[in-house]
């Protein structure tokens, strides 16, 4: 069974905090990505890296970045975390651009 | 621009009764994918469609694909309350080895008893 963990189901922080979210898949996946899911506003791409050390933007990187040192591992860091940041953050992982996108549990961010 | 939409956005049925929703995509690629979240929770995958004429089942659900009319349906069977959920399906981007999907913007189902 494919598994993707992250770090947290739950998070709060304060405005200002940087904040690291981190994503480990156990199927040696190419593929990773971070999404923010808000009511109404579907899934949205922030950022996804197709390989270890390499990253693209994804729909709306503003404000968020990431490192992938790991083939394993995707973290996604809010250098400086604001109020229009909380969300419920979900991270995926795929073989490479093949096969469903196997999602994490998600994880609920509320900055305050 | 790759698109993929979903109709209708939101449906409310009676159990017992079929309906289908629909997801027309204007990506290039013709593999598609449907994923149920729960409330609260995260996207788990249903079904991978990866070529035309292609249909899957499982339960109450069936998925098919139509690649000349770029159209995927998910039609469900006798609905129960169980089946509550949002629906959402995925288009690859062809020549892409990003992996990247494009996803619709979900059809929320509700099942009245």
């Known amino acids: 069974d494919v598994k993707v963990t992250q770090s947290s189901r739950y998070l709060v922080k304060r405005t200002g905090e940087k904040v690291f979210l981190e994503c480990v898949q156990d199927m040696d996946h190419e593929n990773m990505f971070w999404y923010r899911q808000d009511p109404g506003l579907g899934l949205r791409l922030i950022y996804f890296s197709y390989d270890v050390k390499m990253k693209e933007k994804g729909d709306i990187p503003e404000g968020y970045s990431v490192s992938r040192e790991k083939k394993e591992r995707f973290s996604l860091i809010l250098e400086s975390a604001s109020t229009n940041q909380t969300s419920m953050y979900l991270c995926?992982?795929?073989?490479?651009?093949?096969?469903?996108?196997?999602f994490g549990p998600g994880t609920r961010l509320l900055v305050l | 621009e790759l698109k993929v939409e979903q109709n209708p956005l939101f449906l409310s049925m009676q159990e017992g009764k079929n309906y289908t929703i629909y997801c027309n995509y204007s990506?290039?690629?013709?593999?598609l994918y449907w994923y149920r979240q729960d409330p609260g929770k995260s996207l788990e995958s249903l079904f991978v469609l990866l070529s035309n004429g292609a249909v899957k089942q499982e339960g109450r659900l069936m998925a098919s694909l139509d690649t000349k009319a770029r159209l995927s349906t998910l039609h469900i069977t006798a609905a129960v309350h169980d089946l509550s959920a949002t629906y959402f399906c995925?288009?690859?981007?062809?020549?892409?080895?990003?992996?990247?999907?494009?996803f619709g913007q979900g059809t929320t189902l509700q099942v009245k008893p």
């Open positions: 995925a288009s690859d981007t062809r020549g892409s080895n990003t992996g990247k999907l494009i």
């Open positions: 990506t290039t690629s013709d593999r």
């Open positions: 995926a992982s795929r073989f490479q651009g093949a096969g469903t996108q196997y």
